[in-house]
């Protein structure tokens, strides 16, 4: 995926400025920064949920080679988590034949499989968080966009999803994400974006980088303001 000059403004207010990186095939690419730094909104753009004003990005003209995770989960409560799937897959147009295949894979090493019967409402957070991970991965897409997907989860949780989220780039998936969580971000990815006021300040080659991912940020930022 390639971007290249994005630009966008919305309330006359400027939050996406000339922002350009490639993100390489078969990684784990993160975006970082400041709330208010336009992380969500540069994934929107890349959704096509908001139109650019200016630049381009590439990755391809199918919009099913993308699946995206939401910061926010957006499940009926009221339904199982099993219900959710089998409401997901029809709106997200899977095959009953894909979704079980991608259930069978997914949901024990998710620890779902003795929660899929039970009503959303009975979940925890991190259990939540995870029943919208396996909804996001039904389409077994190959570019996955995850914003915040560790967001508000426990520990435990926490390990659960770095494992699948590394063993879906081990299966050649693309994933983007955005995260407040800089030690996460510090275990898992292979690319760390720095994201201030809209622009690119720094990108980061994680195999590479031997320093406190931390301490990079705050002095990365304190020089961009």
Same mark, same amino acid.
């Given at each position: 995926?390639?971007?290249?000059?994005?630009?966008? !403004?919305?309330?006359?207010?400027?939050?996406?400025?000339?922002?350009?990186?490639?993100?390489?095939?078969? #990684?784990?690419?993160?975006?970082? +920064? @400041?709330?208010?730094?336009?992380?969500?909104?540069?994934?929107?753009?890349?959704?096509?949920?908001?139109?650019?004003?200016?630049?381009?990005?590439? $990755?391809?003209? /199918? @919009? &099913?080679?993308?699946?995206?995770?939401?910061?926010?989960? $957006?499940?009926?409560?009221?339904?199982?988590?099993? *219900?959710?799937?089998?409401?997901?897959?029809?709106?997200? /147009?899977? #095959?009953?034949?894909?979704? #079980?295949?991608?259930? *069978? &894979? $997914?949901?024990?090493?998710?620890?779902?499989?003795?929660?899929?019967?039970?009503?959303?409402? !009975? $979940?925890?957070? %991190?259990?939540? &968080?995870?029943? #919208?991970?396996?909804?996001?991965?039904?389409? /077994?897409? @190959?570019?996955?966009?995850?914003? *915040?997907?560790?967001? +508000?989860?426990? @520990?435990?949780?926490?390990?659960?999803?770095?494992?699948?989220?590394?063993?879906?780039?081990?299966? +050649?998936?693309?994933?983007?994400? !955005?995260?407040?969580?800089?030690?996460?971000?510090?275990?898992?990815?292979?690319?760390?974006?720095?994201?201030? +006021? %809209?622009?690119?300040? /720094?990108?980061?080659?994680?195999?590479?980088?031997?320093?406190?991912?931390?301490?990079?940020?705050?002095?990365?930022?304190?020089?961009? &303001?």
């Amino acid at each position: 995926m390639i971007v290249s000059g994005a630009g966008k !403004t919305l309330n006359q207010t400027k939050i996406i400025r000339s922002v350009s990186f490639a993100v390489p095939h078969n #990684s784990i690419f993160a975006i970082i +920064g @400041p709330n208010g730094a336009g992380k969500t909104t540069l994934l929107r753009l890349i959704m096509g949920l908001l139109i650019l004003d200016e630049g381009t990005i590439t $990755y391809s003209s /199918d @919009p &099913r080679i993308i699946s995206v995770l939401l910061e926010n989960d $957006y499940l009926f409560e009221t339904k199982t988590g099993r *219900e959710n799937i089998r409401d997901f897959c029809i709106y997200l /147009d899977v #095959s009953p034949a894909l979704a #079980s295949t991608m259930i *069978e &894979r $997914y949901a024990a090493l998710l620890q779902l499989e003795t929660a899929l019967d039970n009503k959303v409402a !009975t $979940y925890s957070k %991190g259990m939540k &968080r995870k029943l #919208s991970l396996l909804i996001t991965l039904l389409k /077994d897409s @190959p570019i996955l966009l995850l914003d *915040e997907p560790t967001s +508000g989860v426990d @520990p435990e949780s926490r390990l659960v999803m770095r494992s699948v989220l590394r063993g879906l780039k081990d299966e +050649g998936k693309t994933l983007i994400l !955005t995260s407040h969580d800089l030690a996460e971000v510090q275990k898992i990815s292979d690319w760390i974006t720095i994201m201030i +006021g %809209g622009s690119i300040v /720094d990108i980061i080659h994680n195999q590479e980088f031997c320093g406190d991912l931390e301490q990079r940020f705050f002095t990365v930022l304190k020089e961009a &303001r």
